[in-house]
């Protein structure tokens, strides 16, 4: 729980990952380039206090995880969206039954997630069956852009990959966490395209499509498709460290968000350990449209606490204290502004 100027937030990080991306795991140059990725993003975005050594970065295991969000983070609760890179990655880069542990190990503070590829076809759905019930599976997360032998991805609206939607639907899997961002080298951007988001969408209303990274560099088609699709929702990951190194672009991504789509479907996400949350959630409740920025509303302290954490709550039926909830009927018409 965060507390400021006498409001208290409900932080829930909706995607954080626990990966093993040292060299003896990296199956590959692919490996190496992966992760080598990921800390330029990690350098360039973060503050230079918050800096990790690149050791430290490729494993930085379970005990860090929990000081980072749930000691320092102010994090009451975070969610698993492990990738699993198998071509990559020996062991896979996400630590799937560690942090499957770790979740069994502290159930009132995360949520795991699991994986599915359509490309295993019926071996992989009876794989799906027994992980969601070994896993008690509430979500899962998707990346259509993993590599699979020749396969250099695939699509949400595939045939086989419809079989999975309906499977998850048989089995009480509503949140599907689709990666729909910006590319990570060696992986391929047009297969993170959001396009493939509009069909499904509009097929399975019984799902919710998380769109994790809003669809970054594509926010524009996200919007137009989010905004006609109710079951659509839009993953604040990788967006949110420009508050910090482009503040005015943090300004039109979730003034767009706000506008296209609205404070209810919104969800905050340090991705972790891409980044850390503690300094992204004390800068964004500190943040404010800029007063020229004229085409976007003022950011209300409801709203604020709507991304943060209730949001997902709701997703996920999280057990929110009464003190952090909302009174009935504060949203976006709340006056009061955050300083």
Not at 143 to 160: I, M, P
Not at 265 to 292: C, H
Not at 298 to 327: F, M, W
Request: hydrophobic fraction near 40%; proline fraction near 4%; aromatic fraction near 14%.
């Amino acid at each position: 729980m965060y507390e400021k100027n006498g409001e208290k937030y409900y932080i829930c990080d909706a995607h954080i990952a626990l990966w093993d991306a040292r060299a003896e795991n990296q199956r590959n140059i692919h490996g190496k380039q992966f992760i080598d990725c990921f800390y330029d993003y990690h350098k360039n975005l973060s503050p230079a206090e918050v800096v990790w050594d690149y050791d430290t970065y490729t494993y930085y295991g379970e005990q860090r995880l929990l000081k980072d969000l749930f000691e320092d983070g102010y994090v009451d609760h975070a969610i698993f969206q492990p990738a699993i890179l198998s071509d990559f990655y020996k062991r896979g880069f996400g630590q799937t039954e560690d942090a499957l542990a770790l979740t069994r190990a502290h159930p009132d503070k995360l949520t795991y997630n699991h994986a599915w590829d359509p490309r295993h076809e019926e071996a992989g759905l009876e794989q799906l069956r027994k992980d969601a019930d070994r896993m008690g599976l509430k979500g899962v997360k998707l990346y259509t852009a993993e590599w699979n032998g020749d396969s250099r991805g695939w699509k949400l609206d595939s045939l086989w990959s419809r079989r999975y939607l309906e499977e998850c639907l048989k089995l009480g899997i509503k949140n599907i966490h689709v990666h729909k961002g910006p590319t990570i080298r060696p992986l391929d951007r047009d297969a993170f395209d959001v396009a493939d988001i509009d069909q499904v969408a509009t097929d399975y209303t019984e799902l919710n499509f998380i769109v994790e990274h809003v669809g970054l560099p594509r926010l524009e088609d996200f919007c137009w498709i989010a905004t006609q699709e109710p079951n659509v929702y839009g993953g604040l990951a990788v967006a949110m460290p420009f508050i910090h190194s482009r503040p005015r672009y943090f300004a039109q991504i979730i003034g767009e968000l706000l506008y296209w789509i609205g404070e209810d479907r919104i969800l905050f996400s340090s991705d972790y350990a891409l980044w850390t949350p503690k300094w992204l959630v004390e800068q964004f409740v500190d943040f404010q449209i800029p007063a020229d920025q004229t085409e976007y509303a003022p950011i209300t302290t409801a709203q604020k606490k709507k991304i943060l954490g209730l949001n997902a709550a709701a997703l996920y039926d999280l057990d929110v204290p009464e003190e952090l909830r909302l009174p009935a009927g504060v949203g976006a018409t709340e006056e009061a502004v955050a300083s």
